[in-house]
């Protein structure tokens, strides 16, 4: 069965200081890969997906940037965070179709 | 502006009563889904409903489609404390574009 593990839980953070997350899918090969913010009380932010290695789309523009270095490895990085990146951030993936979405379990930034 | 938007935002019901949640959306979907969150953690799947559907079951859940009027509906019958969470609509356009647009979502609170 496939698994997805996101690291890690929580995090806090001081304003300029670098930031990575990352996730992995075990179980599948060639997933899509993508990345959500979630304000509190509001809905899912797509910031980033990825249909293969090295192939990532941003939809909002913004100091954070991913990467995928391997299949089934999404990161998610930041050189200098601000007090607006503070949020949960949620890695998913999916397979081609349906594009149903398997969610981690989130990451929950703090930055202070 | 969100492609899903949910209403109520917020419904707090009785165990064993129903509970009908509904979600808005704007343009032409390939398919509807539904998902479930429960407080600090990741996103579950719950169903797919695609747009040559009317009417969908799992469970205790039944899902409708109307694309005439651009809305959908949850409805989650005899309902039990262990459903209280957050519930998102998300759409999906298909084709190359692979975002899933999510809703703010409905907070439903079952009371025991």
């Known amino acids: 069965s496939q698994t997805i593990h996101q690291w890690p839980a929580t995090l806090v953070q001081p304003v300029g200081s670098p930031l990575s997350l990352e996730c992995t899918v075990e179980?599948?090969?060639?997933?899509?890969l993508y990345w959500y913010r979630q304000a509190a009380g509001r809905g899912l932010q797509l910031l980033f997906y990825s249909v293969g290695i090295g192939q990532i789309s941003s939809e909002v523009p913004q100091n954070l940037s991913a990467s995928r270095p391997q299949d089934r490895q999404f990161i998610l990085s930041s050189k200098k965070l601000l007090l607006s990146d503070s949020g949960f951030y949620l890695c998913?993936?999916?397979?081609?179709?349906?594009?149903?979405?398997?969610f981690g379990e989130g990451s929950r930034l703090t930055v202070l | 502006s969100q492609q899903g938007e949910e209403d109520p935002q917020a419904l707090s019901i009785q165990e064993g009563e129903n509970a009908t949640m509904n979600c808005s959306y704007k343009?032409?979907?390939?398919?509807l889904q539904w998902y479930r969150q429960n407080s600090g953690r990741g996103l579950v799947h719950l169903i797919l409903i695609r747009s040559n559907e009317r009417e969908k079951h799992s469970g205790r859940l039944r899902v409708t489609l109307d694309t005439s009027k651009k809305s959908s509906s949850l409805l989650i019958t005899a309902s039990r404390a262990a459903d209280t969470a957050s519930y998102f609509c998300a759409t999906d356009s298909g084709g190359s574009n692979y975002k899933l647009t999510f809703g703010k979502g409905t907070l439903l609170t079952v009371n025991p």
């Open positions: 179980g599948t090969s060639n997933p899509n």
């Open positions: 343009t032409s979907i390939n398919n």
């Open positions: 998913a993936w999916s397979r081609a179709e349906p594009r149903e979405l398997f």
